[in-house]
């Protein structure tokens, strides 16, 4: 998994590419709990790139969204493959989480 970052004036976007999964998700834990103690409360994670999400990498993506909605930010996704789309509604996620199609079209939102 290789992980990119954007600051932009509505949020920052953190992307990421490969598999997220048991073996490097505490690498996108630490990036998002740093972002998120350190006042940015507007994210958007980007995962066009993304081919694989493990139950891990699900936790982490919650757990994020939980922390940011404490602080009364926004926590969103976008660029969902196929694939991914489908592990986030076979879990529910997709009731959970705010997801978009794009990132053009995330920014609205913000």
Partial sequence: MELFEEKTDKCVVVGISGRLDTTNYSVLEKRLMD???NRHDRIMVECSRMDYVSSSGL?????ALKKIS???GKFVLCGLQENIREIFEI???TSIFEI????EEAYKVF
């Fill in 70 to 72: 404490l602080a009364k």
């Fill in 100 to 103: 978009y199609h794009d990132k």
């Fill in 59 to 63: 936790r982490i993506l919650l757990m």
């Fill in 91 to 93: 879990s529910g996620f």
């Fill in 35 to 37: 972002l998120i103690d």
